[in-house]
């Protein structure tokens, strides 16, 4: 069975067993810094994704979200994205996404959040340029 937990200083030498773009010294990095959060899913036979991110004054920024190939469509990458926005998006989230990645796209419009924005040529994928676009969520109480 799958369990959300926060992450913590242990587990940043396994990230890149899930994403190889997240070295520990990556990771280490941003852990330092004080408004870093993050959370990880895994089972009994160990980490299968991570979300990580940074929040200044209830404003959370996703920096990144991963799951592993084979575990994916299986609900972990919302049930991290959920978790994260529970605990630490109080005012709101935001994030960029590399245009055309249509599967973290759907993740973030199924949360609830909206393009407000494009970054041109932001990444840079097979030598070639591609946008970033900027979504937001809001997560405050309107009383509405
Ligand atoms: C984006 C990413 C994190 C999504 O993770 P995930 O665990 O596959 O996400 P989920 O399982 O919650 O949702 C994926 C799909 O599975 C479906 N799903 C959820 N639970 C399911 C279940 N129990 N059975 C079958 N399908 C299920 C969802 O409805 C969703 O379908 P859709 O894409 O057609 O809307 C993953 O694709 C990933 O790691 N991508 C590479 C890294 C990346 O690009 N990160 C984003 C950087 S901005």
Redesign the pocket.
């Known amino acids: 069975m799958i369990k959300v937990r926060p992450i913590n200083r242990n587990d940043l030498p396994l990230l890149d067993s899930v994403?190889e773009d997240w070295p520990e010294a990556t990771t280490v990095q941003y852990w330092s810094q004080p408004a870093f959060a993050g959370m990880v899913a895994e089972d009994k036979d160990g980490i299968k994704?991570f979300i990580l991110g940074q929040i200044v004054s209830g404003e959370a920024e996703i920096i990144?979200?991963?799951?592993i190939n084979e575990?994916?469509?299986?609900?972990?990458?919302?049930a991290l994205l959920d978790e994260f926005l529970k605990n630490h998006a109080t005012l709101g989230c935001y994030?960029d996404?590399m245009e055309g990645?249509e599967?973290?796209i759907?993740?973030y419009q199924?949360a609830g959040f909206r393009v407000t924005g494009r970054r041109q040529g932001y990444y840079r994928l097979d030598g070639e340029r591609r946008d970033a676009l900027l979504m937001r969520l809001d997560t405050r109480e309107t009383g509405d």
């Open positions: 994403d994704g990144q979200i991963t799951v575990a994916r469509n299986q609900g972990i990458g919302s994030l996404v990645n599967e973290a759907r993740l199924r």
